[in-house]
């Protein structure tokens, strides 16, 4: 299975992985011998790659994905805390919501139009400033403009125990094509 790598995602790159003869994106059937392919748009900022850039991972797995149900998260969350709120959210797996609790911190950044392109192996090395705008809520709310890119804040805090992994789901896909986030993993260890 691949996925965007977070970074990626953080620039409002999309970037899936495209096999021939396979009729699924980021799947890799058993035993495929053959050319991958990326398919890209990046929707943000301009963005140099160069030869040896990472945009997309491969999540190898021996088994099938064994998703653990609401008992059994809070059963680890008893021994190994997964959730760092006043409320514990574990319902249909652990819940992630957006912090607009308080009018005077920031809770989310919009992608700011930018002339400058971004060169996607620098780290560390471009002015925040210069690509983002930090937003904080209104009376407890926050307006999202349409065709525009967030990155919004969580409520919660998280952390996923060494011997698992966590994956983001759609809150409900019955709302269609909707894409509320790109990475799609938490590594074993996350937030330690």
């Keep these: 299975h691949c996925n965007p790598k977070s970074s990626t995602g953080r620039l409002n790159i999309f970037c899936r992985a495209i096999l021939d003869n396979c009729d699924e994106y980021e799947k890799i059937p058993k035993n495929y011998n053959g050319e991958?392919?990326?398919?890209?748009?990046?929707?943000?900022?301009?963005?140099?790659?160069?030869?040896?850039?990472?945009?997309?991972?491969?999540?190898?797995r021996k088994k099938s994905i064994n998703y653990l149900n609401d008992e059994n998260l809070k059963k680890i969350s008893k021994k190994t805390k997964l959730i760092f709120t006043?409320?514990?959210?574990?319902?249909n797996g652990l819940r992630v919501s957006v912090d607009l609790s308080n009018d005077n911190k920031i809770c989310a950044y919009v992608a700011?139009?930018?002339?400058s392109n971004i060169n996607f192996s620098k780290i560390n090395f471009y002015e925040i400033k210069k690509f983002w705008k930090p937003l904080?809520?209104?009376?407890?709310?926050?307006?999202?403009?349409?065709?525009?890119?967030y990155i919004l804040k969580s409520k919660e805090k998280i952390r996923i125990p060494s011997n698992l992994a966590g994956e983001m789901i759609p809150y409900d896909t019955g709302i269609g094509d909707f894409r509320a986030h790109y990475?799609?993993?938490?590594?074993?260890?996350?937030g330690d």
């Design 86 to 91: 006043k409320k514990k959210i574990i319902e």
């Design 112 to 115: 700011r139009n930018s002339l």
């Design 36 to 60: 991958m392919f990326l398919e890209i748009t990046t929707r943000s900022f301009d963005i140099k790659i160069s030869k040896g850039d990472k945009l997309n991972q491969m999540r190898l």
């Design 136 to 149: 904080k809520p209104t009376n407890n709310s926050l307006i999202i403009e349409k065709n525009k890119f």
């Design 183 to 190: 990475a799609g993993f938490f590594d074993p260890g996350f």
